[in-house]
């Protein structure tokens, strides 16, 4: 069985003083899930989330890196930094910086390996455009992002990467794909991947779903047989409405 994991993407929000009273709220309301709850926040405030994250059952990420260890790279962080302070998780290859930052297929494959190599847990997005899914080509883009992410990788290291299905058509407009949607492009990029790593690591990836998820959709996203979870952006904001995510499970 794989576990569900629930991983808020803060985006560029939050000061360190909303932060830490995000966290005060939420914690208490998330301390008996089974799910694995990651907040992936701005660099400015992983210090005051990973201080106030030890001895709790949160996980704190950052929402990217450069793929080198050091060097003259103004502005940039290495993935050795973010290791050095206690992040385990990262995003890597969100559509806003596919789009805004000029992040390829190649960069992200290469910051998927620097985080290996700094033991760092990788959360990989891939999706398709509106113009995309129109001409019928869904599936095509999401596997070779897919393929090309992956590339190199160790089977070992497949297993351990979560990949975030998010249609970018959906992502802050309150556009959600439908369940069975999500679930069947979620089954094309596990396929995929059984096609290259086998059926073993294809059973054990955990492939999450992206794009305006809230509480009153998360029950029956998360319910389908291949969405392991989900990558939550506007919704993970309000610690009430994103515990309400994360016990999803418990709703009725
Ligand atoms: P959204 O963002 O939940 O606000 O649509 C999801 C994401 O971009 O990861």
């Known amino acids: 069985m794989r576990r569900k994991v629930i991983a808020g993407n803060w985006k560029m929000n939050m000061l360190p003083g ?14 008996h899930t089974e799910n694995e709850v990651v907040l992936c926040v ?14 709790t059952n949160i996980k704190i990420g950052a929402q990217n890196m450069h793929w080198e260890e050091s060097g003259a790279f103004t502005g940039e962080v290495a993935p050795g930094m973010l290791k050095a302070i206690g992040v385990e998780y ?9 789009q805004y930052y000029n992040e390829t297929d190649e960069t992200v494959n ?27 080509i869904t599936a095509e883009r999401i596997t070779s992002q897919t393929r090309l992410a992956l590339e190199g990788l160790t089977n070992e290291q497949v297993k351990n990467t979560i990949i975030a299905y998010e249609p970018i058509w959906a992502i802050g407009t ?3 794909a439908t369940a069975e949607d999500a679930n069947n492009s979620i089954k094309e990029i ?18 999450q779903y992206g794009g305006s998820v809230k509480s ?13 979870g989900g990558l939550v952006g506007g919704a993970s904001l309000k610690a009430d409405e994103f515990s309400k995510i ?3 499970d418990k709703q009725v």
């Open 246 to 248: 994360v016990n999803f």
């Open 216 to 228: 009153s959709n998360a029950k029956e996203l998360f319910e389908m047989s291949d969405i392991d």
């Open 90 to 98: 990262v995003i890597i290859g969100h559509s806003e910086r596919r």
């Open 42 to 55: 701005p660099y400015t405030d992983l210090f005051y989330a990973l201080n106030f994250a030890q001895d």
């Open 18 to 31: 909303e932060a830490i009273s995000f966290l005060q709220a939420f914690e208490p309301l998330i301390k």
């Open 110 to 136: 290469k910051k998927l390996k620097a985080a290996f190599a700094n033991d760092l847990k990788p959360i990989v997005c891939v999706g398709e455009t509106l113009e995309e899914r129109e001409a019928g």
């Open 190 to 207: 596990r396929n995929e991947v059984e096609k290259i790593y086998g059926k073993d690591v294809a059973d054990e990836i955990i492939i």
């Open 174 to 176: 309150g556009k959600t």
